[in-house]
């Protein structure tokens, strides 16, 4: 069975910086890419960031792209997002969740396995 649990959320000032994991277990990294999305209340979910499995392609939101770093270990099953320069808009849980196969997409309808999320709030 497939898991993936997410860790490193908090609560931290704007202009600050946060790194999530998602350490996963049950496959290996090789063979999916995995992708991390949010939900803030009130909104719908979104994507924030994929990566490949083979090729590390990645791929950012245009609201995190040059502030935040999706990348991969493979050797220790785990999926990091670092975040910098963070603002109160992204205030949100994120979770990171499984690609159906070996792409980087940002497209929720092509993951099947997701974790419980971690709660990220940026306030002053």
């Known amino acids: 069975q497939a898991q993936l649990v997410e860790s490193g959320g908090g609560l931290v000032q704007p202009g600050g910086s946060l790194r999530l994991s998602c350490a996963v277990s049950?496959?290996?990294?090789?063979?999916?890419?995995i992708g991390w999305f949010r939900q803030a209340p009130g909104k719908e979910r979104e994507g924030v960031s994929t990566?490949?499995?083979?090729?590390?392609?990645?791929s950012y939101a245009d609201s995190v792209k040059g502030r935040f770093t999706i990348s991969r270990d493979n050797a220790k099953n785990t999926v990091y997002l670092q975040m910098n320069s963070l603002k109160p808009e992204d205030t949100a849980v994120y979770y990171c969740?499984?690609?159906?196969?070996?792409?980087?997409?940002?497209?929720?309808?092509?993951?099947?396995?997701w974790g419980q999320g971690t709660q990220v709030t940026v306030s002053s």
């Open positions: 990566i490949g499995s083979s090729n590390g392609w990645t």
């Open positions: 049950g496959f290996s990294l090789n063979y999916y890419g």
């Open positions: 969740a499984r690609v159906i196969g070996r792409i980087a997409t940002m497209n929720p309808a092509l993951y099947d396995y």
